[in-house]
């Protein structure tokens, strides 16, 4: 591990929560000034209804398709690459989801020691309330704790102000608490969102981070195939998912099969892990997106 990433690591954790501005995206002002339009013309004249809702259920579904689309930030930023100023010429960012889990985060956190890398723990807030030391283990051991919800409730991104506020809370209080480090950054659950999580978010000053690759670890359980997906077209400043633990009854994803071919590639092609630098900020977010490439572009599902 190089003595940048180190660095970036360092006392910012206990930062005041001050919040950010809340600045609704394009999609999200055309998508308010045609429900007012509307609204307007209904109170002028009740028939125009009949010309303004087939438009009305068309903004709803343009709204779903960009909540759904994970590597876009058509409802607001949405940080899936590493800006060029945030890494070294050999770093990259593995991210594990869903955790902490008992079956499996010893075993990550044990291979990653082997080459000395980090990386971000996108951790489930009642699973940090449960398994307390090994919340603290991940962090003592020098990696990232960032907020992945409190419950990871499958129905998610299809909740209002209160629902959205409650998971983002209250995984960010206990992990606060837990590990005496406040997240910086927010990972829904299966990266999707709605129009109202930015303004969620902006509250805690709460990035949202998906990825720049995925290889559906949690559902394939043929290492060559997940590795593959990761590492066809990563490249420095790429984000990388895969998950350290399993809700429900499920096994855990299979890590120790994956992590070692995994990382050993990242070895023959001279990349480590580092995790999300500190202070990431939405410019970073939108700097990082324009320099995706090709592939990468293509793959971000
Ligand atoms: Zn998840």
């Avoid at 593959?228 to 998912?241: C, D, F, K």
Wanted: with cysteine.
């Amino acid at each position: 591990m190089g003595g940048v990433a180190s660095r970036r690591l360092g006392p910012a954790a206990k930062r005041p929560e001050t919040g950010r501005p809340y600045r609704p995206s394009p999609l999200i002002w055309a998508s308010v000034g045609l429900h007012g339009a509307a609204l307007a013309a209904a109170l002028m004249k009740p028939s125009s209804l009949r010309q303004t809702l087939p438009l009305l259920i068309a903004d709803h579904l343009a709204l779903s398709a960009a909540g759904s689309w994970t590597g876009g930030d058509l409802l607001g930023p949405n940080l899936v690459r590493l800006p060029a100023h945030a890494h070294c010429a050999d770093e990259l960012c593995l991210t594990f989801d869903d955790g902490p889990d008992p079956r499996s985060t010893p075993e990550v956190l044990d291979l990653l020691d082997q080459r000395s890398d980090r990386a971000t723990f996108f951790c489930v807030g009642r699973r940090v309330a449960r398994y307390p030391d090994l919340a603290k283990e991940i962090v003592q051991r020098g990696h990232r704790i960032e907020n992945h919800t409190y419950h990871h409730r499958n129905t998610f991104a299809f909740r209002l102000w209160n629902g959205l506020t409650e998971e983002v809370d209250r995984a960010q209080e206990v992990i606060a608490e837990i590990v005496g480090r406040r997240p910086q950054y927010f990972r829904p659950p299966a990266g999707m969102r709605n129009p109202i999580l930015e303004a969620v978010l902006a509250r805690h000053d709460l990035l949202l981070v998906n990825w720049t690759r995925r290889g559906f670890d949690a559902v394939v359980r043929d290492p060559a195939f997940v590795v593959n997906r990761l590492v066809g077209s990563a490249s420095a400043g790429s984000i990388l998912l895969l998950h350290d633990g399993a809700l429900g009854g499920g096994a855990p994803p299979a890590v120790d099969r994956i992590l070692p071919r995994l990382l050993e590639v990242l070895e023959r092609r001279g990349l480590r892990s580092m995790p999300i630098p500190d202070g990431l900020t939405p410019a970073d977010a939108t700097s990082g997106r324009s320099r995706r490439v090709g592939v990468d572009s293509a793959s971000s599902r």
